[in-house]
């Protein structure tokens, strides 16, 4: 074989390769809505899962990260840097995160963590068949929604008036909003939906709240308002406002009480399905993990500051007690 021929072939062998072939490690590209600090156990928990198939961070794979601190509209533009970097995975945490991470490329394989139903938000084909590129782990916790208007009301029989707190950027907002709506009228009571995206937005949420005289308060699942559980926890205490949250980290925050998917086992199995994609899986192939587990936790602390008496039945109930 001559040397035209030789180097012919080694630049299409070379072509073949894998993205991460070229590098002396693979790069994981994990592209979030929040912040480092807020999703910071999340972030962990995804690195155990990829530890479990063998890959730890520093060591045998490399993590570039890039948060978008509750600004939606800068997803575009990070996700096109990992495309640049050329990753060999996306990790897109939340729906917004991988729909910027769907639009900016075809080739690079993603998994995502979501609460929303990716095949309606066009993500995946299916679940059990995702195609293309795309695959994850999903709760479909927007199916949670009238559980929470629900549970709420039990620990608050005799509010006649609450309301529903969502972000309006992000691609979740109005099926949060219909689906409690629906189940309000099905339970007589009287829902106010507000909308807010930064933080002087929570304070002007709140104020009409207050003048609003809502007796009670659903948080939409959304990262900006997980980054922001802190001051949403002081604020509703604040008010002597009982609040429901779809994820854990809020009554440990100060949050009076929250029902929803075990996010940090979400992350956990995204972690487990990128290793599989560096080991040579096809995201095609691996079929969208829908978990099922739900965790009701209050904090009753701030249930006593309220002075608020949970009832009996929803204890019963509680995964976590919060003292």
């Given at each position: ?302 249930a006593r500051a309220l002075d608020l008496a949970v009832p009996q039945s929803i204890l019963a ?7």
């Open positions: 074989m001559n040397r035209r021929k030789l180097l012919t072939v080694l630049a299409g062998a070379s072509a073949l390769r894998p993205h991460f072939c070229r590098a002396e490690m693979p790069t994981v590209g994990f592209l979030s809505g929040a912040g480092a600090e807020a999703w910071a156990a999340y972030a962990a928990a995804f690195r155990k899962g990829l530890a479990e198939t063998g890959f730890d961070e520093g060591r045998n794979v490399a993590i570039e990260y890039r948060w978008a601190d509750g600004r939606y509209d800068r997803l575009p533009a990070l996700a096109a840097e990992l495309v640049a970097r050329r990753v060999s995975v996306i990790a897109a945490a939340t729906a917004a995160a991988a729909l910027a991470a769907k639009r900016a490329t075809a080739a690079i394989p993603i998994v995502f963590m979501t609460i929303n139903d990716p095949v309606a938000l066009g993500l995946v084909r299916s679940l059990g068949r995702p195609g293309a590129n795309i695959t994850g782990v999903t709760h479909l916790s927007l199916e949670m929604e009238p559980k929470l208007l629900e549970m709420l009301h039990q620990a608050v029989p005799d509010a006649a008036v609450m309301a529903l707190l969502v972000n309006p950027t992000g691609p979740n907002a109005k099926v949060q909003s219909s689906e409690i709506e629906a189940a309000a009228q099905t339970m007589g009571i009287r829902v106010h939906v507000l909308s807010a995206s930064t933080a002087s937005d929570l304070d002007a949420a709140f104020a009409k709240f207050a003048e609003l005289r809502v007796r009670g308060l659903v948080i939409g699942g959304d990262p900006f308002f997980g980054s922001a559980r802190r001051r949403l926890a002081e604020l509703a205490l604040r008010d002597g406002l009982p609040s429901i949250y779809q994820a854990r980290m809020y009554p440990t925050v100060g949050g009076l009480m929250s029902y929803g998917g075990d996010a940090l086992a979400d992350y956990r199995l995204a972690g487990t399905y990128a290793g599989r994609i560096l080991k040579g899986e096809r995201p095609a192939d691996l079929p969208v993990q829908q978990t099922t587990k739900i965790e009701l936790v209050i904090n009753l602390k701030t109930r509680a995964d976590e007690v919060i003292e």
